[in-house]
T-cell receptor, first 113, second 110 residues
């Protein structure tokens, strides 16, 4: 199916565990982004990528790791999950410098116990 | 930190009425975008207005931008129940990272 998908959609994990959230897009967009959404904070950028093998930190990168070996995939890893990382995570992609806006995935709701 | 701030935080209107929400930002921008988020879903891009534009229309949406006041407004005309959602403004400064506000929650009553 065309578009941007995220998996899993829901995840419950425990403090200290490693968790990887997956993001896949079929448009061959150059740019991909990870955001977290928390009440009262709107969306905050965690990491972004301008192309395969090019990633950079956003506003709240601590505790997260990303990689982008292929253009279509942009996984986000929480190396040692903490309760403060309980959130809804959104992946997004765009073809260029926001000429058409960003396309968002459906989100992953992560709960860290 | 958030660049954009929406006002009001919440808005409740009757079907058929117009809904207006505002966005203020702090630093100069290249463009400003508006997104909609239905409950439990991802954001959907609605409209983009560039810094050299003052007004833009898309269907029932009208966006204005006043760079001297660092503010934008989104008007939804003839609202429908399907317009019930949260609306976010997002600003793009000198790089391709977007900064989102906390959003305005719009409820359209039948």
């Amino acid at each position: 199916d065309a578009g941007i998908t995220q998996s899993p959609r829901y995840k419950i994990t425990e403090t200290g565990r490693q968790v990887t959230l997956m993001c896949h897009q079929t448009w061959s967009h150059s740019y991909m982004f990870w955001y977290r959404q928390d009440l009262g904070h709107g969306l905050r950028l965690i990491y972004y990528s301008a192309a395969a093998d090019i990633t950079d930190k956003g506003e709240v990168p601590d505790g997260y790791v990303v990689s982008r070996s292929k253009t279509e995939n942009f996984p986000l890893t929480l190396e040692s999950a903490t309760r403060s990382q309980t959130s809804v995570y959104f992946c997004a992609s765009s073809a260029g410098l926001y000429n058409e806006g960003q396309f968002f995935g459906p989100g992953t709701r992560l709960t860290v116990l | 930190s958030q660049q954009g701030e929406e006002d009001p935080q919440a808005l409740s209107i009757q079907e058929g009425e117009n809904a207006t929400m505002n966005c203020s930002y702090k630093t100069s921008i290249n463009n400003l975008q508006w997104y909609r988020q239905n409950s439990g879903r991802g954001l959907v891009h609605l409209i983009l207005i560039r810094s050299n534009e003052r007004e833009k229309h898309s269907g029932r949406l009208r966006v204005t931008l006043d760079t001297s006041k660092k503010s934008s407004s989104l008007l939804i005309t003839a609202s429908r129940a399907a317009d019930t959602a949260s609306y976010f403004c997002a600003t793009d400064s000198n790089d391709y990272k977007l900064s989102f506000g906390a959003g305005t929650t719009v409820t359209v009553r039948a």
